[in-house]
């Protein structure tokens, strides 16, 4: 039987009549039911309606935006290098790998030896670092990035969460308990915390005079007062409040004894254990150990001239072919020692002018020739 309809009906994907279909009954004005179709909405955006703007590049917008960008990032990135380069920097390796070195002794440390080896470096600052000084200390071959590694810590834990303070999570193994007790604080991260001891000493006609590092406010506002908490209970007793869990095993001392002499620095909130507990993105990195503030503006605060530097050597580099160094740093506006963002800068700008100089050359000799094609008879 011949079924008509419409070409609107066929349009909108049925016909007004009943038509057969596969299951019983008819669809269509007869049966009652809904039709249902694969058609979209007539809505301009499922029809492809919307406005649309496409820019047309032509040499009257295309060169004025090469020269715009290069006159706008070269003199940035002149601007930006040369602040860098005001930064003073001074760097120490003391990883003892070289038989002249006096921290060769110290190179094949393990994390629990007692006493722990000592070794001074004596070194020359030949300009004056003026306004506050930033000590770092850095670790080269150190894959904090590692995804086990990153995982491997509890959050709640750190915290202050007093359950799982003596039931850490999985993700901390193998450094979730030892001894059956539950580790405080647990994971790989923390049971490889930087335990070098750094002092810095003025040396004035062969007198140490030694100077001041600033241990606290090393660590972010956030971290310090949002993330790292130490148990809830009674505050002036850390030793009630981690009772019944144990340090990690690389650790020399519990958690609640990282600072003796600052009891408002111990536990969780101990800033040295913050700046750790924040991984690194590269094998190469370096995190703030120290501040040292300038007291006199009249005078700089670290004066050129001999200094030394005494190194508890408690952390082993030497098994993973790793390297350890101090480092001495002024900041900017821009923050600490970065020639990188300066050079691309005036890279990026750089080839935007010299593409710009050669499309206008090209523009000017080739522009105005005849482009239609003769058709021959």
């Given amino acids: 039987m011949a079924v008509n309809y419409s070409a609107k009906e066929e349009a909108d994907g049925h016909p007004s009549g009943g038509v057969g279909v596969p299951g019983g009954g008819a669809v269509g004005g007869g049966g009652g039911g809904a039709v249902k179709t694969r058609k979209p909405d007539n809505t301009a955006f499922k029809q492809q309606r919307l406005p ?87 670790l080269s071959n150190f894959y904090q990035n590692h995804r086990r590694y990153v995982k491997s810590r509890d959050d709640s834990q750190l915290n202050g969460d007093n359950s799982s303070l003596l039931n850490p999570s999985k993700e901390c193994e193998p450094y979730r ?29 062969d007198t140490r005079t030694p100077i001041t590092l600033i ?93 030394s530097l005494d190194i508890a050597y408690n952390y082993p580099v030497h098994s993973f072919d790793g390297r350890k160094r101090m480092i001495l740093s002024t900041i900017s506006w821009m923050g600490g020692k970065n020639p990188f963002l300066g050079i691309a800068y005036i890279t990026v700008g750089s080839i935007c002018f010299f593409l710009g100089v050669v499309l206008l050359f090209i523009h000017h000799k080739y522009g105005n020739r005849n482009t239609s094609a003769d058709i021959p008879n």
Avoid at 185 to 205: E, H, Q, V, W
Avoid at 229 to 239: E, F, K, Q, S, Y
């Fill in 215 to 307: 241990k606290k406010g090393i660590a972010w506002w956030t971290d310090k007062n949002v993330k790292f908490r130490n148990p809830t209970g009674d505050g002036n007793n850390l030793t009630a409040l981690f009772q019944g869990t144990t340090k990690p095993v690389n650790w020399p001392k519990p958690v609640y004894m990282l600072d003796p002499a600052e009891p408002d620095n111990n536990g969780f909130i101990n800033e040295d254990f913050i700046v750790w507990m924040r991984t690194a993105a590269l094998p190469t990195f370096r995190k703030l150990y120290r501040l040292i503030e300038r007291k006199n503006n009249l005078q700089p605060t670290l004066q050129a001239g001999k200094y």
């Fill in 52 to 138: 649309a703007w496409q820019p047309i590049l032509t040499a009257g917008t295309v060169l004025p935006a090469f020269f715009i960008i290069g006159l706008i990032f070269i003199p940035i990135g002149i601007g930006i290098f040369v602040t860098s380069n005001n930064i003073r920097e001074y760097e120490i390796d003391y990883t003892g790998t070289e038989p002249s070195s006096p921290c060769n002794k110290c190179l094949n440390v393990s994390w629990d030896s007692t006493p722990p080896c000592t070794c001074t470096i004596n070194f020359t600052l030949e300009h004056s670092f003026e306004s506050n000084v930033f000590m770092y200390y850095g």
């Fill in 177 to 205: 308990t030892n001894e059956d007790k539950p580790i405080a604080p647990c994971g790989a991260i923390a049971n490889s915390m930087f335990n070098d001891t750094l002092k810095l000493y003025r040396i004035d006609n």
